[in-house]
C-alpha cells in the first residue's frame, strides 16, 4: 500500500498561483494512476485532477480546466498540482490519491482510488 503526503498548501491572494506536491513511498509509484481532489468545510469532496501512470492522459474537473495542471515525475515518486489563477472558491483541503488497480485509465471517481494523503490545506484571500 502506498503512503501519500501532501504539501505545498498555504495562503494565497486570489489571481496568485500556488503548487502542490505529493510525495509518495512504498508499492510502485509509476504503476498507479493518480489524482487529486478537495474538499471545502461543508461540501463534497470534489474531483480536482487525474493522470495516468506515464502521465500521458490528463483529466480535469470543470471548475478548474485552463487553470490547475497536473503532473507527474516517476523517477522522484511525486505528483504534482499547480494552481493558477485561483479563486476564493478554491480554497478547500487538497487530497492525492493512487488509483492501484491495473490499468492505465485515468477516473474520477473518489471510490476508484485505493490510497489517500493527509490533505493539505489552500486557502485562497478575497
Known amino acids: 500500500q502506498v503512503q501519500l503526503v501532501e504539501s505545498g498548501g498555504g495562503l494565497v491572494q486570489a489571481g496568485g498561483s500556488l503548487r502542490l506536491s505529493c510525495a509518495a513511498s512504498g508499492g510502485t509509484f509509476s504503476s498507479y494512476g493518480m489524482g487529486w481532489f478537495r474538499q471545502a468545510p461543508g461540501k463534497e469532496l470534489e474531483f480536482v485532477a487525474a493522470?495516468?501512470?506515464?502521465?500521458?492522459?490528463?483529466y480535469y474537473g470543470h471548475s478548474v480546466k485552463g487553470r490547475f495542471t497536473i503532473s507527474r515525475d516517476n523517477a522522484k515518486n511525486t505528483l504534482y498540482l499547480q494552481m493558477n489563477s485561483l479563486k476564493p472558491e478554491d480554497t478547500a483541503v487538497y487530497y492525492c490519491?493512487?488509483?492501484?488497480?491495473?490499468?492505465?485509465?485515468?477516473?474520477?471517481?473518489?471510490?476508484?482510488?485505493?490510497?489517500w494523503g493527509q490533505g493539505t490545506q489552500v486557502t485562497v484571500a478575497s
Open positions: 490519491a493512487a488509483d492501484e488497480r491495473p490499468i492505465v485509465v485515468v477516473t474520477a471517481s473518489e471510490n476508484e482510488y485505493d490510497s
Open positions: 493522470i495516468s501512470t506515464s502521465g500521458g492522459s490528463t
